[in-house]
């Protein structure tokens, strides 16, 4: 038998991985982070949610306003119908529109300084897992250890070799989206002071617009409908950049700073996302289409329940217990369906038309809509949340509220 080098390896150094590896850190656990890429390395997902800030409180994150914007609210606009609506945003937590090359380089760095050891440039490429410990090939090297993190993000390291991942279909298809310095235009100027995301509606998805420091802007187009992938390039997105006003004004005299990019692989959940000796947090556990921005919100939180779980496991050497997480998984689902549900009502039931654009007639529903923007999935007393899960069993809530 290999005597095991590390407690705990963590495959991945997104915003799971350096969570889940700091936390166990904070705690004298052996931890490795094995990262594909080096840091600073671009990644798009720039919007964070207010619940998202206590767990990087307990990181020991100093956020440094120079780098990072404050996001204040959501609005959300119908440019054609000419109907808009605002949702500030829970305030007792401070959210942030962040570029993520500088932001995971300082979630990862911070890790390092808690004592976590830390390879760039070397991708996992097998797990082999007995019954006393976990062998990682990698490659460069092999390694022994007595537990794997996967936050391989939509790699799903994990989920790949279970097959345990399962579409999740009629959300967004794909993504195509660039940055722009210099936008200094009047309307650029007063989102920059509001630190709001806007999401345009348009026929066939949705568009994000999203302010950062230095009069910069993330913009990308979401698409849901149907599109021959001849016509999934540059043009898609220029078509529908130019035909809004909205954008239209906020870009004058900006620059693009980089050809159009573009994602796919849209929405999934991990069936098998945690078993004898491992566990996957963050996207490596389910992806949802980013119209409410909620994936480093669900990284940050699902990595923080795995390091929490570890942390007793490991200490008293029950680690090796295939069921570990097993008591997590209401918890789990119960965040992971709330937002699933709440996506899919977008997108199915025009929920905007339907429902947000309602939403200042009653002070109750706009504020469960905002908890849920905020990450807030777990406080119990959300009664539009209770209508989206209880519509799962009974074919929608749209059937009572017209969604
Ligand atoms: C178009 C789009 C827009 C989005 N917008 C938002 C948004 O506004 N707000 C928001 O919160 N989220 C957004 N997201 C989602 C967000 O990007 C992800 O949810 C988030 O990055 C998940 O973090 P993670 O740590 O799980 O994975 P990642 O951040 O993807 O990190 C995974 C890491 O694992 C590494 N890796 C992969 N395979 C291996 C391997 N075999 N060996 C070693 N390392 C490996 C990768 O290099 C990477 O560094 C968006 C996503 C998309 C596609």
Redesign the pocket.
């Known amino acids: 038998m290999t005597i095991p080098n590390y407690d705990v390896i963590v495959?991945?150094?997104?915003?799971?991985?350096s969570t889940a590896a700091t936390l166990l850190a904070q705690r004298n656990h052996k931890v490795l982070i094995?990262?594909?890429?080096r840091h600073p390395?671009f990644?798009?997902?720039?919007?964070?949610?207010p619940l998202s800030t206590p767990v990087f409180n307990r990181l020991g994150i100093q956020w440094d306003r120079k780098r990072y914007l404050h996001k204040n609210g959501a609005q959300f606009i119908d440019e054609k119908g000419g109907q808009q609506v605002r949702f500030c945003l829970n305030g007792q937590y401070q959210p942030y529109q962040v570029e993520?090359a500088c932001f995971?380089h300082m979630l990862v760095n911070n890790a390092v300084s808690h004592g976590v050891e830390l390879q760039q440039e070397?991708?996992?490429?097998a797990v082999d897992i007995d019954t006393d410990s976990v062998q990682v090939t990698?490659d460069l090297g092999r390694y022994c250890t007595r537990y794997l993190i996967d936050?391989?993000?939509?790699?799903t390291?994990m989920g790949r070799k279970q097959t345990g991942i399962e579409r999740i279909e009629n959300l967004g298809r794909f993504?195509l989206?660039t940055h722009y310095r210099n936008a200094s235009s009047t309307t650029a100027r007063e989102l920059y002071l509001a630190g709001d995301?806007k999401v345009l509606m348009v026929d066939i998805g949705w568009i994000?617009i999203?302010p950062l420091i230095d009069s910069r802007l993330s913009i990308?187009l979401?698409v849901q409908q149907p599109i021959d992938s001849s016509q999934r390039g540059a043009a898609l997105y220029e078509h529908y950049k130019n035909a809004s006003p909205i954008l239209t004004e906020l870009l004058a005299g900006a620059e693009q700073e980089t050809a159009v990019r573009a994602?796919a692989d849209?929405s999934f959940i991990n069936t098998r996302r945690h078993g004898r000796r491992y566990a996957c947090?963050?996207?490596?556990a389910g992806?949802l289409d980013?119209i409410f921005?909620?994936?480093?919100?669900?990284?940050v939180t699902s990595a923080e329940r795995v390091a929490d779980r570890m942390h007793p496991a490991l200490a008293n050497g029950t680690e090796g217990d295939p069921t570990l997480h097993a008591a997590d998984d209401d918890h789990y689902n119960l965040g992971f369906r709330s937002m699933q549900l709440f996506v899919e009502r977008y997108y199915q039931y025009d929920m905007v038309h339907h429902l947000f654009f309602e939403a200042d007639r009653s002070e109750d529903i706009k504020n469960d809509i905002a908890a849920l923007l905020s990450g807030d999935l777990w406080r119990g007393n959300n009664e539009f949340q209770r209508m989206l899960l209880e519509g799962r069993q009974n074919r929608g809530p749209g059937a009572r509220r017209g969604l």
């Open positions: 495959a991945g150094s997104g915003p799971a991985g094995i990262e594909r890429s390395r990644h798009i997902g720039e919007s964070m949610l993520r995971d070397e991708s996992v490429r990698t936050a391989t993000g939509r790699s390291l993504a989206y995301i994000w999203i990308g979401v994602e849209f947090c963050g996207d490596a992806f980013p921005s909620s994936g480093v919100f669900l990284a």
